[in-house]
């Protein structure tokens, strides 16, 4: 079984940043591709960013290219969103999740395992 455990959350100033961790238990971490989610109010939930097995290769939404990065260190089995230039629109509840495949892909479906999320909420 897999547990994904999020944190990092938390209340911040339009233009501030925050970084979001996700630290997987289970074997065989660094198998798979990794995403992050997010999830607004009255909204359905929707793709973030995503990074392959090793690390190589990242995978965001247009609109948050150049503010959001997705890393992962595979020895801590581990994923983090930094986000930088935060916007109210951005906040939302944030959800890590692990793909059924090496390389990631925004598709929602395609994820088996969900973390229980962390609250993000950025003040204008």
């Known amino acids: 079984q897999v547990q994904l455990d999020e944190s990092g959350g938390g209340l911040v100033q339009a233009g501030g940043s925050l970084r979001l961790s996700c630290a997987a238990s289970g074997r065989r971490f660094s198998d798979y591709a990794m995403g992050w989610f997010r999830q607004a109010p009255g909204k359905e939930r929707e793709f973030v960013a995503a990074?392959?097995?090793?690390?190589?290769?990242?995978y965001y939404v247009d609109s948050m290219k150049g503010r959001f990065t997705i890393s992962r260190d595979n020895a801590k089995n581990t994923v983090y969103l930094q986000m930088n230039s935060l916007k109210p629109e951005d906040t939302a509840v944030y959800y890590c999740?692990?793909?059924?495949?090496?390389?990631?892909?925004?598709?929602?479906?395609?994820?088996?395992?969900w973390g229980q999320g962390t609250q993000v909420t950025v003040s204008s």
């Open positions: 999740a692990r793909h059924r495949r090496a390389i990631g892909t925004p598709r929602l479906e395609e994820y088996d395992y």
């Open positions: 990074i392959n097995w090793s690390g190589s290769t990242t």
